[in-house]
């Protein structure tokens, strides 16, 4: 069984604190994901990573950023907490786009409340 | 520009009635689209993908590059199928985008 595992599930912070979302896999998947989940907008992707040191914007950048040293652990930092980033935060793993899988494996979710 | 569209927020249905999650994207490349599935306080999870052709749990969903849409269809709902269900697209270089999803409720 896959196992995708985000270290907090809820985490209550103040605006400007620099709040850090762990994501580990155990599958050696060579994609992660970052996605936040809001009623009425689904999934939106904030920053995905193909390789260990390697990332790309997804959608919705802005005001996050995000590590990945080790090829199964991928971090979210905001850097400044704002209310606005009151959301879900889902990580996900995959395999590439050429393994012709595409199944992301997700994990349960980081339930972030900016006070 | 990628997108995925899902046209309904909600939608209703009786038990035994057939269902239709609609859903539609842009991209200029080769898609591949996906279904991904919440129940109530679980994971998202894959229910299935347009290159396998497959049925899950009595679901199907036909891709029409015409009219470039992944419709998911049942033809008898059961309570179980209350859930959200998203489109994914996945483009080729690995990024994976999420339309805003449709909540199913089955009435009994």
């Known amino acids: 069984d896959v196992k995708v595992t985000q270290s907090s599930r809820y985490l209550v912070k103040r605006t400007g604190e620099k709040v850090f979302l762990e994501c580990v896999q155990d599958?050696?998947?060579?994609?992660m994901f970052w996605y936040r989940q809001d009623p009425g907008l689904g999934l939106r992707l904030i920053y995905f990573s193909y390789d260990v040191k390697m990332k790309e914007k997804g959608d919705i950048p802005e005001g996050y950023s995000v590590s990945r040293e080790k090829k199964e652990r991928f971090s979210l930092i905001l850097e400044s907490a704002s209310t606005n980033q009151t959301s879900m935060y889902l990580c996900?793993?995959?395999?590439?786009?050429?393994?012709?899988?595409?199944?992301?494996?997700f994990g349960e979710g980081s339930r972030l409340t900016v006070l | 520009a990628q997108r995925v569209t899902q046209p309904e927020k909600l939608l209703s249905v009786f038990k035994g009635a057939p269902v239709e999650l609609k859903c539609n994207y842009s991209?200029?490349?080769?898609?591949?689209l996906f279904w991904y599935v919440q129940y109530s306080r679980q994971r998202l999870q894959l229910l299935l993908r347009h290159i396998s052709r497959e049925s899950i749990k009595g679901f199907t969903a036909d891709l029409n590059k015409g009219e470039t849409s992944f419709h998911l269809k049942k033809p008898f709902a059961q309570e179980e199928d209350s859930a959200m269900y998203y489109c994914a697209l996945e483009t080729s270089y690995d990024k994976v985008i999420f339309g805003p999803g449709t909540s199913l409720s089955v009435i009994p």
């Open positions: 599958m050696d998947h060579e994609n």
């Open positions: 996900a793993t995959g395999v590439t786009w050429a393994s012709n899988t595409g199944e992301l494996f």
């Open positions: 991209y200029s490349g080769s898609p591949e």
